[in-house]
């Protein structure tokens, strides 16, 4: 009994979440209330701020690998946060991110969701007060299934490397496009301290 609690805290504690068989992003049970709270993409939206007043302020665009890298040949470094409602690690660095928003507003700072749980993620985002254009795997092209719609991502979106079936996922772009990081859960201080700190 012991060892079961200990690997239950441990799993608890871990800075990421690890594969669980999440066949179901919500994207079923959409209902016409919730579809008036995602619109199609528009790159003019690209680390614009949208300030709101309320959780119900919030509106995502819809996005995918090839609409993701539009946004990464703008000129700026980029930060593409890849998490869901379901998964405390990416629910606790929210606040962070909101901060580094605030810190570097010249950046573009994409927090894309790969679930529907629309009231879910509008009031995560407005708690934590990450008021930047906000994104949602659309689930047309890359289906339900959580964790295999963020392996085609990063099948279109890292181009090498090793993939981590975990969440939130990271993806760190210089001012040309090229993938500087691609890594689960939280980024290594001395890679934020060199990515964001190199001006």
């Given at each position: 009994?012991k060892?079961?609690?200990?690997?239950?805290?441990?799993y608890?504690l871990?800075?990421?979440?690890i594969e669980?068989r999440?066949?179901?992003?919500?994207?079923?049970?959409?209902?016409?209330?919730?579809?008036?709270y995602?619109?199609?993409?528009d790159?003019?939206?690209?680390g614009?701020?949208?300030p709101?007043?309320?959780?119900?302020?919030?509106?995502?665009?819809?996005?995918d690998a090839?609409?993701?890298?539009q946004q990464l040949?703008?000129?700026?470094?980029?930060?593409?946060y890849?998490?869901?409602?379901?998964?405390?690690?990416?629910?606790?660095?929210l606040?962070?991110i909101?901060?580094?928003?605030?810190?570097?507003p010249?950046w573009n700072?994409?927090?894309?969701?790969?679930?529907?749980?629309?009231a879910?993620l509008?009031?995560?985002?407005f708690?934590?007060?990450?008021?930047?254009?906000?994104?949602?795997?659309?689930f047309?092209?890359?289906?339900?299934?959580?964790?295999?719609?963020?392996?085609?991502?990063?099948?279109?979106?890292?181009?090498?490397g090793?993939y981590?079936?975990?969440?939130?996922?990271?993806?760190?772009?210089?001012?040309?496009?090229?993938?500087?990081?691609y890594?689960?859960?939280?980024?290594?201080?001395?890679?934020m301290?060199?990515?964001?700190?190199?001006?």
């Open positions: 009994m060892k079961m609690t200990l690997l239950l805290l441990l608890s871990a800075p990421a979440c669980l999440i066949d179901d992003d919500g994207s079923r049970d959409l209902g016409v209330g919730a579809l008036q995602i619109k199609p993409f790159l003019a939206d690209t614009i701020d949208r709101a007043s309320k959780s119900g302020d919030i509106v995502f665009a819809e996005t090839a609409k993701l890298k040949h703008l000129g700026k470094k980029t930060w593409v890849v998490w869901g409602s379901w998964c405390s690690p990416c629910r606790q660095k606040p962070f909101a901060q580094v928003h605030r810190d570097y010249e700072i994409l927090p894309v969701a790969d679930d529907y749980d629309i879910e509008q009031a995560l985002l708690s934590s007060q990450l008021l930047v254009q906000p994104y949602i795997l659309d047309r092209k890359y289906g339900t299934r959580i964790y295999e719609k963020e392996r085609q991502l990063w099948n279109e979106l890292a181009l090498g090793e981590h079936n975990a969440v939130p996922q990271n993806y760190l772009f210089d001012e040309t496009g090229k993938l500087l990081y890594g689960p859960g939280a980024i290594p201080v001395e890679i301290k060199r990515y964001f700190t190199d001006r």
